[in-house]
Nanobody
Framework: QVQLVESGGGLVQPGGSLRLSCAVSKSIFSFINMGWYRQAPGKQRELVAS???????NYADSVKGRFTISRDNAKNTVYLQMNSLKPEDTAVYYCNRVPSGSTWDWGQGTQVTVSS
């Protein structure tokens, strides 16, 4: 059973920044492609950023240039640096495997609220 523990969310004003972390309890973490997903109220969960085992990254158009995904294999942790936050970034953020059809059970997520 893989555990995913997301943290780092909070309330931030538009234009602000947050850094999310996700600890993964998987011994072969360094070989796994990971992603950050988000789900806003009333919307489907969407993938916003992904990083391969070789650290290639990909981003949804809505966050490109503002979000940066990274990983620390020694700590089994994946990060999401979010800058220039907008109200439409408000959502619960989750980490998990990619592609989306290969996900483990979801963690509790971390709430990000962008509001003045």
């Amino acid at each position: 059973q893989v555990q995913l523990v997301e943290s780092g969310g909070g309330l931030v004003q538009p234009g602000g920044s947050l850094r999310l972390s996700c600890a993964v309890s998987k011994s072969i973490f360094s070989f796994i492609n990971m992603g950050w997903y988000r789900q806003a109220p009333g919307k489907q969960r969407e993938l916003v950023a992904s990083i391969t085992s070789s650290r290639s990254t990909n981003y949804a158009d809505s966050v490109k240039g503002r979000f940066t995904i990274s990983r620390d294999n020694a700590k089994n942790t994946v990060y999401l640096q979010m800058n220039s936050l907008k109200p439409e970034d408000t959502a619960v953020y989750y980490c998990n495997r990619v592609p989306s059809g290969s996900t483990w059970d979801w963690g509790q997520g971390t709430q990000v609220t962008v509001s003045s």
